[in-house]
């Protein structure tokens, strides 16, 4: 006899039974001890079939190849750049991935990107010691240069991006800034000064509440109303 | 003299008042604030983030960092001088140690989850309100933990076995025992066990036994400070509108 314990979009805290029995198999964030499935973080019960999985509410980026997220110059190498990433590890960003025109071998790569310089990035290599690997020659991907910064945890980036873009499309159009949401967490708002403290605003509240229902409609109002 | 009354007046197994809330520290990556009776700690975590100093990184998974610091004037005798000492270094320690067999930072390599607790008033039992702390604010930061830990103490006051102590009974002028426990809440396997005093053997398997009840008491009271942190508000419209 199998039995699930909870309910979809329940709140569950680590070690929380989720289902007994063996018709159930573990999904992200959830593992089998004998006959029944726990939880391994606070988060969110989805149940699809018989896969449970659990939807973190908090907790830290893991840097997946093909991400695009926001990083930070830390130091210059001989051949390219040491990138902050807000998380435990540092990226390599090599010269050559970095830009598209030859670059001379005295030549200063302060340059092209200086320590403190903020750029997006795309992941394109992560081994199993999370050394990561940074490429910045594709469309979208370049150096920021002015707006701000700010940071969310990197759990509720796809709350912030909402379903097909919905959510950030809507703070786009209501805030007219330009905003770019890296899966570290990291956000790049660039626009009038008032549209970007409304903006962060809105990000702020999104992150607030981000495991209630139909956030969308919610935001809509917020950012009709002020 | 027999104690047959518990000084403050509770029952042999009557945990002192507690209170708990998860997110009170809002530069840190999780956080959370345990009260028991008047003991008090407030713990915050950071991380994973990289390890300083690089030689105790370990390149198999993440390590976990315990600091545990009572406030000046956060004891009933005489201010305790802030900083590292001999006491908060082995609290740290035994911190680390009941806390490690549930974290699992094998996807964070290099890494170190720093867990800072700071107890701004104390009354006996401050290790088990850190640990506590400690382990709600390490759900609170999404860290993957097979379980939860809950610790109190339990321990022997002039022949009765009793839980939770407060300072009056751990120096209370008699044969006292005091025992701080931790505990996971699945399978009960105890993290912690360190013992001041004298005991019985049958007390002792007593004391543990009445550990297993008092620890599902703190647990309760730790998922509810995470699971509040969550809930929905149903007033939440309403406020908006004011």
Known sequence: ?226 | MVYTKRVDGRKIDELRPMEAKAGVVKNANGSASFKIGKTWAIAGVYGPREVVPRFMANPRHGILRCHYTMMPFSGSGERIKPGRSRRAQEISMVMEQSLAPVVDLSAFPNSVVDIFVELPQTDAGTRCAAISAACIALADAGIPMKDMISSVAVGQVDGMVVADLNYNEESYPAIVSDIPVAMMHNTKEITLLQMDGEISKADLIKALELAKVATEKVYQLQVKALKDKYAVDNNEDKNDRQ
């Open chain 1, 1 to 226: 006899m199998s039995e699930l314990l909870v309910q979809e979009r329940n709140v569950v805290v680590p070690g929380e039974a989720l289902a007994q029995g063996m018709d159930f198999l573990p999904g992200d964030n959830a593992y089998r001890e004998q006959n029944q499935i726990y939880s391994k973080v606070l988060g969110l019960v989805s149940v699809s079939g018989r896969v449970i999985k659990i939807t973190p509410l908090s907790g830290p980026y893991l840097p997946k190849t093909e991400d695009k997220i926001i990083a930070r110059v830390m130091d210059i190498t001989i051949s390219g750049w040491r990138c902050d990433t807000a998380t435990a590890y540092t990226a390599m960003l090599n010269v050559r991935d970095a830009t598209t025109r030859f670059v001379k071998k005295e030549e200063d790569l302060s340059q092209i990107l200086a320590i403190g310089d903020y750029a997006v990035v795309k992941i394109v290599n992560v081994t199993s010691q999370n050394l990561i690997d940074l490429t910045m020659k594709e469309p979208g991907l370049r150096k920021i240069t002015g707006g701000r910064i700010i940071s969310i945890n990197s759990q509720k980036v796809p709350r912030v991006i909402g379903r097909q873009g919905s959510m950030i499309t809507l703070i786009k159009d209501k805030t007219g800034c330009d905003i770019t949401v890296g899966q570290n967490g990291l956000i790049w708002i660039k626009g009038t000064a008032e549209g970007e403290s409304k903006a962060e605003k809105a990000i702020k509240r999104i992150e607030a509440k981000s495991h209630l229902e139909g956030l969308t409609e919610k935001m809509e109002k917020f950012l009709g109303e002020n």
